[in-house]
T-cell receptor
């Protein structure tokens, strides 16, 4: 069965420090993986997709099939990065399996 | 370009009642998905509609049903409400073939008492 695990419910880092939000998944095939972000009082929005190999707002995520991980990283955290982050997996293209989310707080 | 709008924003219902939630898709999007987000959890997939047909369903009982209209707007209906149905219900629209770029609505907060 498909499952997405985000082991940290809460994560705090200081401004300028590196940040890594962990995501592990369970899926037997080749998944499509995503990171979604929800800023305070805003709706859930797509941050990045692994198939695009893109960097959005300084964030990157590498799919590691051996470790079944898709960790989100940013070298220098900014205060505006404080938000709820959800890792999501899509096996079929028509639905997402979301993790429980990590609340990131960047301390000034 | 309009985003995804959901109505109502908040709703209180009594156990056993029925509820209808509405979603207006982003302009140009032909696919709509519904998710349930319980407190402290990630969104859980309920079902998806494409061209007015159900195109995938999550692990939800038949009392959760939906409709998609020719203008791509959508409804989520829940019958025989239970206390555990209390959650935020999210609608997301997308354009098939666009790499699953979902646009989410702000959600409807349903409380069942």
């Amino acid at each position: 069965a498909q499952r997405v695990t985000q082991p940290e419910k809460l994560l705090s880092v200081f401004k300028g420090a590196p940040v890594e939000l962990k995501c592990n998944y369970s899926y037997s095939g080749s998944p499509e993986l995503f990171w979604y972000v929800q800023y305070s009082r805003q709706r859930l929005q797509l941050l990045l997709r692994h198939i695009s190999r893109e960097s959005i707002k300084g964030f990157t995520a590498d799919l590691n099939k051996g470790e079944t991980s898709f960790h989100l990283k940013k070298p220098f955290a900014q205060e505006e990065d404080s938000a709820m982050y959800y890792c999501a997996l899509s096996p079929t293209g028509n639905q997402f399996y979301f993790g429980t989310g990590t609340s990131l707080t960047v301390i000034p | 370009e309009t985003g995804v709008t959901q109505s109502p924003t908040h709703l209180i219902k009594t156990r056993g009642q029925q509820v209808t939630l509405r979603c207006s898709s982003q302009s140009g999007h032909n696919t709509v998905s519904w998710y349930q987000q319980a407190l402290g959890q990630g969104p859980q997939f309920i079902f998806q509609y494409y061209r007015e047909e159900e195109n995938g369903r999550g692990n939800f009982p038949p009392r959760f049903s939906g409709l998609q209209f020719p203008n791509y707007s959508s409804e989520l209906n829940v019958n025989a409400l239970e206390l555990d149905d209390s959650a935020l219900y999210l609608c997301a629209s997308s354009l098939t073939g666009d790499g699953m770029r979902y646009t989410f609505g702000s959600g409807t907060r349903l409380t069942v008492v």
